[in-house]
């Protein structure tokens, strides 16, 4: 059974950093496209980043240049490094993976971590 667990949110000024973690158990990560989506209040789901099998990663527009994914492949881990934080970054912040290897569709959701963003 497929277990993704986030941690790390929590309340951060403006311009601060903050570090999520999603833990995977069920799978090895780096045998599947890892994601984070986040939902602000009142909101759909939005993309945020993306890591391929291979590493590659892909961004949302908003978060280029201040958000960065990455995985402890030995730790079956997958982190986002969040820096120069906004209010509008403000959300629950979900880690997801896709179903099979060759997918591109995310299918195995974590339960979200709340990030608030104070101006």
């Known amino acids: 059974q497929v277990q993704l667990v986030e941690s790390g949110g929590g309340l951060v000024q403006a311009g601060g950093s903050l570090r999520l973690s999603c833990a995977a158990s069920?799978?090895?990560?780096?045998?599947?496209?890892m994601g984070w989506f986040r939902q602000a209040s009142g909101k759909e789901r939005d993309f945020v980043t993306a890591?391929?099998?291979?590493?590659?990663?892909t961004y949302a527009d908003s978060v280029k240049g201040r958000f960065f994914v990455s995985r402890d492949d030995a730790k079956n881990t997958v982190y986002l490094q969040m820096n120069s934080l906004k209010p509008e970054d403000t959300a629950v912040y979900y880690c997801?993976?896709?179903?099979?290897?060759?997918?591109?569709?995310?299918?195995?959701w974590g339960q979200g971590t709340q990030v608030i963003v104070s101006s």
């Open positions: 997801a993976s896709v179903g099979r290897p060759w997918s591109q569709r995310f299918e195995y």
């Open positions: 069920g799978r090895t990560i780096s045998s599947y496209k």
């Open positions: 890591i391929s099998r291979s590493g590659d990663t």
